[in-house]
């Protein structure tokens, strides 16, 4: 059994963190960029196999998406359940954690992944139902983050929240309506921020397990973002409350 990875920062990222997870990489045949020359040398010096095909096969392997002209088949990294939750929340002082109900589309989930990474997000929660799944183009979207943020998947959503405000985990929503900005917001300690999917929001459960809800003020004409650029404002309002602490 292996999986896809492709691009040249999730070929980077996994080179650093697992080398021994590829099994063969596949270059685009007459393909001279700068970029990728490094990202080469350093699969050739692990010893990893690499092979030259031409752009109609690799477009194949990543059903059209962009490849930068080098796709690799590797072993399946380390999946984790809602059993590793616990565990990973008792060995960290202030549990900061990213919880995405209902995120479908793999692009929105690799970007959530990258800014959660960029955020120093200590792990991301998602439900096994009505989420995307962790596939080759949300890794290459994440751009690397994907190796580095544990993506826990959770049967039931509304207990692993019951789980985190057991653990004294503050868990806030994103909703329209809420009656306080993330602005006004105090993020400061454990915390779980919960983005619900664009446009139908949190489903009705995961908005009652929550600690408080918060909205992203909105100027403009437009009444929504995409989630992941909602989960960026909010990650980041988050950092900046818990460095200038």
């Not at 549990?95 to 959660?116: E, K, M, Q, W, Y």
């Not at 919960?194 to 459960?205: D, I, P, S, T, Y």
Request: proline share 4%; with cysteine.
């Amino acid at each position: 059994m292996s999986e896809i990875v492709f691009g040249i920062h999730a070929v980077q990222a996994l080179l650093d963190s697992d080398p021994q997870r590829f099994q063969e990489v596949f270059i685009l045949k007459g393909r001279d960029d700068r970029r990728l020359q490094p990202l080469i040398k350093a699969l050739e010096a692990q010893g990893i196999v690499i092979q030259v095909a031409n752009r109609q096969w690799l477009d194949s392997k990543v059903e059209g998406a962009v490849h930068q002209g080098i796709v690799a088949r590797v072993k399946p990294g380390r999946q984790y359940q809602e059993g590793d939750l616990p565990d990973l929340i008792a060995g960290l002082d202030q549990p900061f954690l990213l919880i995405l109900d209902g995120v479908t589309d793999p692009h929105n989930l690799g970007a959530c992944l990258r800014s959660a990474d960029a955020a120093g997000v200590h792990a991301v929660i998602v439900p096994k139902d009505r989420s995307a799944q962790l596939n080759a183009t949300a890794k290459k979207v994440a751009s690397g983050a994907a190796e580095n943020v544990p993506l826990i998947r959770v049967t039931n959503l509304a207990r692993t929240m019951r789980v985190l405000q057991e653990a004294n985990v503050w868990i806030v929503g994103t909703a329209g309506e809420a009656d306080h900005t993330v602005f006004q917001s105090k993020m400061t300690g454990p915390m779980a921020l919960v983005m619900g999917a664009e446009g139908e929001g949190m489903r009705r459960l995961t908005r009652e397990h929550c600690d408080e809800l918060i909205s992203i003020p909105m100027a403009g004409s437009v009444s929504s973002l995409n989630v992941s650029v909602a989960t960026g404002i909010c990650l980041f309002e988050a950092v900046r409350q818990r460095t200038s602490k």
